[in-house]
């Protein structure tokens, strides 16, 4: 079976993953929103719009309000990979994503998260 490029996922897919990750670390939904929420511009509303119409992340980013104007400020590695040198645009997004969850999961304050 062939793999799913990255713009063909599901945000919906892969929300529930993202849920586990930060719940199974002690912090909550809500504080996955609150990210979610910064980087993109969603509200949880939007959210959950984005979830139940199970949207692309192509899609997701591509109907997002307003990505926030610090994710240049979002560096590390994710997947062994840093996220400031990823060319793709759609495929940057996602993985500035990432960074922000595995962030929340490591238990880092919402603060410098949300740098």
Known sequence: ???KAICEWQFAEIYPMYVQ?????????????TVITWLTGYDDAGLDDQIARCTTFEQFFDEAPQ????????????CGIRVEHIEDPL?????????????????????????
Not at 21 to 33: N, T
Not at 67 to 78: E, Q, R, T
Not at 101 to 115: F, H, N, P, T, Y
Request: glycine share 8%; hydrophobic share 40%; net charge positive.
């Open 21 to 33: 990750k930060v719940e199974k670390k002690g912090r909550s939904k809500a504080d996955l929103h």
């Open 67 to 78: 990505l926030n104007a610090n994710v240049g400020a979002i560096k590390g590695l994710i």
């Open 91 to 115: 495929t940057q997004k996602i993985r500035w994503l990432d960074k922000l969850v595995d962030e929340l999961a490591r238990g880092k304050k919402m603060e410098s998260i949300l740098r």
């Open 1 to 3: 079976m062939a793999r």
